[in-house]
């Protein structure tokens, strides 16, 4: 969960330099890398995930197959850190702006991961490396089609022009099936959670049903997907609860203050609720 960052790989996918990041320009957002993320000109240098290889090798392929919309890899550091191309636009930071709210902002988010998931059909999943799994489908190991995002949060989107064109993060990439990478990214934007917790977030009041509608249409879901999102957005947030749980457990600073700053597991309870109820209006929003 970063922000305007972006990565970083080897100009084969497979290359090691020797040199860190020592300066350059901090940059802001997310919580996993707070404070470890820099521009240096071109080029943005990060921590490496341990599965860095298989994303920078993926990545390339995307950009093989004519998706555009990722960061360049550039090269991994001999000091656990990796540089990508920096991509020009802008990130929405929370409280997120009135911009990235837009009804079209929003539809196109949902064309934008429609052919991200094309591409990555096409470029296919890496059986052999080790993805994470704090915030991947569950049933991707059975039902895995393809590399899903998994974290296509405000804060890894880079518009231009008012819309979205890039996606950049892929910390937490795993196969799954495409709705899953839907409903992960609708928590976000539309976003799925309760109006009160929302406030904290999102400064201007949101139909949650009539957007997650839009997301549906901007990405293109079959009839079938789309009674079935609002089932598979109940299971993301439990998978998300989860890795909250893991990261607050473990006594990450960033995690334990946002944790206890909105509410705890109090507000855990209130938004899984919410979604609970309000099943049949957004099953009625996307069918009707």
């Not at 901090?26 to 890398?33: K, Q």
């Not at 949902?110 to 993805?131: M, P, T, Y």
């Not at 064109?165 to 990214?185: K, S």
């Not at 406030?199 to 957007?211: C, G, H, I, K």
Request: glycine residues 10%; hydrophobic residues 45%; negative net charge.
């Amino acid at each position: 969960m970063t922000a305007a960052e972006d990565g970083t790989a080897a100009e084969d996918g497979t290359a090691e330099a020797e040199d860190g990041v020592s300066d350059g320009e901090a940059l802001a957002g997310g919580l996993a890398n707070a404070g470890a993320v820099f521009r240096r000109g071109e080029l943005v240098e990060r921590p490496a995930p341990r599965h860095a290889r298989a994303v920078h090798a993926h990545l390339i392929a995307l950009k093989e197959h004519g998706f555009d919309g990722v960061p360049t890899p550039v090269r991994l550091t001999a000091d656990g850190r990796e540089q990508l191309t920096f991509v020009p636009g802008d990130v929405a930071l929370p409280p997120f702006p009135r911009w990235a709210l837009t009804p079209a902002a929003l539809a196109s988010v949902g064309s934008l991961l429609r052919r991200l998931h094309e591409a990555c059909a096409a470029v296919g999943v890496d059986g052999r490396a080790e993805w994470p799994r704090d915030l991947a489908d569950p049933e991707g190991p059975g039902r895995g089609t393809i590399l899903c995002h998994n974290d296509v949060c405000p804060e890894n989107v880079v518009f231009r022009d008012g819309r979205p064109a890039a996606l950049i993060d892929f910390d937490f990439a795993a196969p799954g099936r495409p709705i899953w990478d839907v409903a992960m990214t609708a928590r976000y934007w539309v976003p799925m959670v309760d109006p009160a917790s929302a406030t904290a977030l999102y400064p201007v009041e949101l139909d949650a049903p009539a957007r997650l509608r839009i997301l549906a249409d901007g990405y293109g879901l079959s009839r079938r997907e789309r009674a079935e999102l609002p089932g598979v957005i109940e299971q993301a947030a439990e998978t998300c609860r989860a890795f909250v749980a893991d990261r607050v457990a473990d006594g990450d600073p960033g995690f334990v203050q946002a944790w206890a700053e909105r509410g705890g597991w109090g507000r855990w309870d209130r938004m899984q609720s919410w979604l609970a109820a309000h099943r049949g209006a957004f099953t009625a929003a996307l069918l009707n």
